[in-house]
């Protein structure tokens, strides 16, 4: 007989060819909170931030995540009872304010859209994926990229901090009184081999970061596609975007990637932003799974 397990990703796999097979659901951890309902189970999770370090400012002080697994027999309705068992673990459970509630799922199964949308859920956070050999517009051809060296961290850490305030604006990121200095300590600590700076007129104006794909396989997991580096930041300053900055540095990156063999490149981009899902589809990108997510979490329906 097939498992839940089998039918979830025989059924995904039939929306979205590129979704990296679910593995079973881990063990759980003293905190979660099993969920069983007709034709699906997941566990609710409680995730605390690290305050003392950058997790404190990608993410709220208090995280609600639920993992999922719904078979084929009526997905929707078991998805719909399985949120609302979640809900009723996470308002029984927020201990903090600052917090909230995440699912991630899918960005194709559309079926299930109208049912996060009545859980005060929204499309937050798009995980995306691109194939490599992809063709990419045309850059500014003013912009000069190069490696960044010692002697630009402290302009690479300025540009990081304006990417956390641009987001802070748009409800993601938090920027805490260490901050600024956890950022400049990261670039100090390791100027990687994968990490680009833009300059127009000998101005810091763009930087690109990719994480090492020789140091972290992990990306390779995220899509069916195969060995897959994930691009973690990318910022222009005001002034100089829709110029092609941001598509100077992300050809160079790419032009590399695809040089080291890498059959994939994945990265997040905020649902909120109006510039980001537009460039990033210019330069090849598509969605591949959404974080549906409500702060605080008791907004959750």
Request: aromatic residues 6%; glycine residues 8%; proline residues 7%.
């Amino acid at each position: 007989m097939r498992t839940m397990l089998d039918e979830h990703n025989e059924r995904l796999r039939g929306i979205d060819p590129l979704l990296p097979s679910a593995a079973p659901l881990p063990e759980p951890g003293p905190a979660d909170v099993l969920l069983e309902v007709s034709g699906g189970v997941g566990f609710a999770r409680l995730v605390r931030a690290d305050l003392s370090t950058l997790d404190g400012t990608w993410n709220p002080a208090e995280r609600h995540v639920l993992l999922a697994r719904i078979g084929a027999d009526d997905p929707v309705a078991a998805m719909d009872a399985l949120l609302s068992r979640w809900r009723d673990v996470v308002h029984a459970t927020i201990e903090d304010a600052e917090s909230s509630a995440i699912v991630t799922w899918p960005a194709r199964d559309v079926a299930m859209t109208r049912l996060f949308l009545d859980r005060a859920l929204a499309p937050r956070g798009v995980f995306a994926v691109r194939m490599a050999g992809r063709p990419m517009p045309q850059a500014d051809r003013l912009t000069v990229v190069r490696p960044i060296t010692d002697a630009d961290v402290d302009a690479a850490a300025a540009l990081e901090l304006e990417l956390v305030r641009m987001n802070q604006q748009l409800g993601q990121m938090i920027e805490r009184p260490n901050t600024a200095e956890l950022i400049h300590a990261k670039y100090a600590a390791d100027v990687r081999p994968w990490c680009w700076l833009a300059e127009v007129d000998g101005e810091a104006v763009g930087l690109l970061t990719v994480l090492d794909p020789k140091r972290n396989r992990w990306p390779d997991g995220l899509t069916s596609a195969g060995s897959a580096a994930y691009v973690s930041d990318l910022m222009v300053i005001p002034s100089r975007r829709g110029a092609g900055v941001g598509t100077a540095l992300v050809r160079r990156a790419h032009a590399a990637l695809d040089e080291a063999g890498l059959q994939a490149t994945v990265l997040s981009y905020l649902g909120m932003n109006p510039l980001s899902g537009p460039f990033w589809h210019r330069c090849g990108y598509r969605p591949l799974t959404v974080g549906w997510e409500t702060r605080p979490a008791t907004h959750l329906r």
